[in-house]
Structures are given as structure tokens and as C-alpha cells.
């Protein structure tokens, strides 16, 4: 369990995970940071089905609907097209499910031998690496700061309003979402939420 902030050889498998839930710049830059400390890297979708996902003390808003609007099936193709897009190829990462809201079921998800690298900004991120060295996973915290310079609470709440978002994400990610039409489904969430 270390927390050397990047230094040292690559390992064979790594880690990623997130709910994005809209897949930003600052993801982007995470994944990226990640799949340099490891040679394969997979990349966990959390909450993959959050209607199922448990309230999160540390976090409650990760289970409101307007907090998720896309499935797991659009998430993992716009996160593959965003890595395909920096050049990536296939053999190089994986998207898995990865349901830290239930820590007994990790295991079927995540191969133990594999670094998680992580980035925390609050509670949350403090809980999730707690929660996985708990099961015995080996961490690497790539960063920390005290708050996220784009999140999708604010990229969502910026659909919503009919503000810009366009520029807090990756090409391939506006494409995706202009594509699916999910800033129309983000504005009517949030006002079905109101």
C-alpha cells in the first residue's frame, strides 16, 4: 500500500474508477496519469447500476437520480471512445463495472493483484481508499487537493441552466452527449428533481 505519488517502475495492472457521470477533462487527465504507472488498465465504472448502489454517507448525492443520468453502457462507450481518441489502443485498457458501494462484491470485478490509483479531493476519496486497503488492495494516490477544478455536479448543472459545458470536456466526450441528446435528459432530470 503506497502512497509515492507516481514514482517507480510500471506495474503490469492497474486500476482506475469513477462514476462519471459525465466524463470530463479532469477524468481524463486521471486515466491518463494512471494507465502511465501501469502497462494494462482497467477502468471501473462505480455505481453501474445506481438505482441498486446503497446511500453513501460520505457522499449521498451519488445516489440522486438527476446525479446520474447516464447508463453504464453509455458511460463505458464514451470513456472508450475518449482513450481510443488520445490513442489507445484495445489491448491496453479494459472498462469494467466496479460497485464500491458494495465492498463484498469487488472481488468479482477487480483482480487483487492489481494497483489502484486513486485521486482525492474529500470524504469520499479519503473512504474509497480506506475501503479498498480494507480489502486488501494495494493503493497509489497520484494526487490530492482540496477541490475538484471541474466535476460533473457542474457540468450538469451548467446543461441544466443552458449554459456552456462544452469546453470542461474531452472532444469525443461532447460528441457522444450532443450525439444521445444528454443535455436534453440532464435539464429534465434536474426539473423533475426540483
Not at 84 to 111: C, Q, R, T
Not at 181 to 191: E, K, L, M, Q, S
Request: one cysteine or more; glycine letters at 8%; charged letters at 25%.
Amino acid at each position: 500500500m503506497s502512497e509515492d505519488n507516481g514514482a517507480g517502475d510500471k506495474v503490469e495492472l492497474g486500476m482506475a474508477h469513477g462514476r462519471f457521470q459525465i466524463f470530463h477533462r479532469d477524468h481524463l487527465r486521471y486515466i491518463l496519469a494512471a494507465k502511465q504507472r501501469c502497462r494494462r488498465l482497467l477502468v471501473g465504472i462505480t455505481s453501474p447500476d445506481p438505482a441498486e448502489a446503497p446511500l453513501e454517507r460520505t457522499a449521498p448525492h451519488r445516489k440522486e437520480p438527476a446525479a446520474n443520468p447516464l447508463t453504464y453502457y453509455e458511460r463505458m462507450t464514451m470513456i472508450s471512445s475518449c482513450l481510443y481518441a488520445e490513442g489507445l489502443g484495445g489491448h491496453e485498457f479494459d472498462i469494467v463495472p466496479f460497485p464500491i458501494e458494495s465492498p463484498g462484491e469487488l472481488a468479482n470485478y477487480a483482480p487483487l493483484d492489481a494497483v489502484h490509483f486513486l485521486t482525492i479531493h474529500d470524504a469520499w476519496g479519503e473512504e474509497k481508499t480506506a475501503r479498498l486497503r480494507g480489502l486488501g488492495y494495494r493503493t497509489e494516490i497520484l494526487w490530492r487537493s482540496a477541490h475538484k477544478e471541474i466535476s460533473g455536479t457542474r457540468i450538469r448543472a451548467a446543461m441544466a441552466a443552458g449554459e456552456g459545458w462544452e469546453h470542461l470536456v474531452p472532444v469525443a466526450t461532447r460528441d457522444f452527449l450532443v450525439a444521445h441528446r444528454i443535455p436534453a435528459r440532464v435539464a429534465r432530470r434536474t426539473t423533475a428533481a426540483r
